[in-house]
């Protein structure tokens, strides 16, 4: 048996989803190796860049079933957070997603954008081949902590 459509849109996200987006993550996203995400966090992005955050949503719903970060810093485009709810997966959504994520990165004026993935990631790597991204192999990303500085 095929799966059932799921008739969904795509959206900003506002303060108003910053709880259910954090749930989302919690159970979808790729959470191995890298900042714990906080609700300070999704606020001071939100704060920033009110379009960088998009969302799907089931039509005639609100809570998010899959998400996108397009971050434009006015030189590079970096995307993060794409994640699908499992039982949403393999309909198109990411597919959405990451197509509304470029269009708003070539709209900045971005020629490329990129994505950080785990090399163990199997699914995250099948997705970004299926989706025309390639592995840089020359390049690595140099990290350093940085301390938190209150509001
Ligand atoms: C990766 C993820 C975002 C894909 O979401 P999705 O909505 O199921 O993906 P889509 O249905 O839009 O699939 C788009 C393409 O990705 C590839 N793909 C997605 N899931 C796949 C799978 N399980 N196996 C093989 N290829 C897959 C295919 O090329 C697919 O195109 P196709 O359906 O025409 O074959 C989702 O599985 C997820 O949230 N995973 C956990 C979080 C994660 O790893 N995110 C990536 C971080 S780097």
Redesign the pocket.
């Known amino acids: 048996m095929s799966p059932i459509e799921t008739p969904f849109l795509i959206r900003p996200a506002t303060g108003d989803d910053v709880d259910t987006l954090l749930a989302l993550w919690e159970i ?3 959470n191995d190796a890298r900042p714990v995400d906080t609700r300070e966090a999704v606020e001071r992005l939100l704060e920033r860049d009110p379009g960088a955050c998009l969302l799907a949503v089931l039509e005639g719903g609100n809570d998010p079933i ?1 998400s996108i970060i397009a971050g434009w810093d006015g030189w590079r485009a970096h995307l993060y957070r ?3 709810h499992p039982e ?9 997603l990451l197509s509304a994520a470029e269009e708003a990165l070539v709209e900045h004026g971005a020629t490329r954008a990129d ?4 090399s163990s ?1 199997t ?2 790597r ?3 081949s ?2 025309g991204y390639t592995e840089q192999q020359e390049w690595r990303r140099w990290v350093k902590p940085l301390e938190l500085r209150p509001r």
Request: proline share 0%.
């Open positions: 979808a996203a790729e899959g794409l994640a699908v949403h997966r393999r309909r198109g959504i990411a597919r959405a994505a950080m993935v785990l990631n699914l995250g099948q997705l970004w299926g989706l």
